[in-house]
């Protein structure tokens, strides 16, 4: 999405830099990020199925059964929670979360900024609310070197996004956040200078292998 200019309606989501460093801690399961929500509840009300793992005992213990399904390719214990007809949470109740103490990890985990920081919306016209969020946060840098990382994130983003045949099987992610969460793993590639001379191929080759690299642990 084009970056506005117009900051008055604008939302702080904080210096880019650290927020960065706490997203890639959160994508290694290491700690979470902590989103200045306020008022909004899009997660609650986007026609999202919510993972609800085992290790989720209290939220298991108060979500009914009957808006639970089997997840798919998962082992058993683990589950989807289902969404009402109108796209919000079945524990969604009076605007609020009615297990906000217990709700499960990935509701704890959701962080709408990963969106604003690769600059794409979140999904389409059933997720209008927290689209409208990711066009209102703007991050802050402390430093030349956060503006390039957020540049390098922006960029990464983009070719994922316009280069999926490039990548093996012409299956690159597609669903936003698979999009945005590769680019926070691999946006390193889209430092490097060298990169304009580099083919589509050759750019995919070293956003996979920096991925893996992120995954092992090697790259911080
Ligand atoms: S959409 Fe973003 S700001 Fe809104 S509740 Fe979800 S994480 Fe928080
Ligand atoms: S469990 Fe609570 S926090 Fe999670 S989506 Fe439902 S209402 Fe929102």
Redesign the pocket.
């Known amino acids: 999405m084009p970056e506005s200019t117009d900051t008055s309606a604008r939302i702080d989501a904080g210096l880019f830099g650290e927020w960065l460093m706490q997203m890639r801690a959160s994508l290694r399961g290491d700690g979470g990020t902590d ?1 200045p ?2 008022e ?5 009300v ?1 026609s999202y199925y919510i993972p609800v793992r085992p290790e989720d005992v209290q939220a298991l213990a108060r979500i009914p059964e009957q808006v639970l399904v089997t997840a798919q390719g998962q082992p058993p214990g683990h589950f989807m929670m289902t969404y009402r007809e109108d796209g919000t949470c079945p524990m969604l109740r009076q605007g609020n979360c009615s297990i906000y103490e217990h709700r499960p990890q990935t509701c704890r985990d ?4 990963i969106f604003a920081a690769a600059g794409i919306q979140a999904g389409g016209a059933d997720k209008p ?2 689209n409208r ?1 990711v066009s209102e946060w703007l991050f802050r840098y402390a430093s030349t070197e956060d503006r390039l990382a957020h540049d390098a994130v922006l960029a990464a983003a983009a070719f994922i996004r316009d280069q999926r045949s490039a990548f093996p099987g012409g299956r690159g992610p597609t669903a936003p956040t698979g999009i945005a969460v590769l680019a926070i793993k691999a946006y390193a590639v889209f430092l490097d200078p060298n990169l304009t001379n580099a083919n589509a191929a050759d750019i995919v080759q070293a956003i996979i292998a920096e991925s893996r690299r992120f995954d092992s642990g090697e790259a911080q």
Do not use: E
């Open positions: 989103v929500c306020g909004c509840r899009g997660c609650c986007s959701y962080d709408c900024r609310v927290i969020r």
